[in-house]
């Protein structure tokens, strides 16, 4: 019982590399502005959870993080 998640990785790993063919595969050009979109929304996603937490942010490095979230400014009540 102690080894069996090892034993199961072991497997896997055996079965997945083991088992292996040629494929016969191509990237079309669609591939690439997928994969660009998938970074520039990554990159908005990004930008846009650091400006929602920007005050606790910016309080972990002040050291006062725990009175902004208690005491919202008054920027934040319009």
Do not use: C
Not at 9 to 35: C, K, N, R
Not at 42 to 58: D, E, S, T
């Amino acid at each position: 019982m102690r080894y069996l998640g090892s034993f199961l990785v072991v497997s896997i790993i055996v079965i997945v590399f083991g088992f292996e063919g040629l494929a016969s595969a191509y990237l079309d050009p669609g591939t690439g502005s997928m994969v660009l979109q998938l970074l520039l929304g990554g990159i908005a996603g990004a930008v846009v959870i650091l400006k929602l937490y920007w005050r606790r942010f910016v309080g972990l490095f002040r050291g006062n993080a725990q009175e902004e979230s208690e005491h919202p400014s008054s920027e934040d009540q319009k």
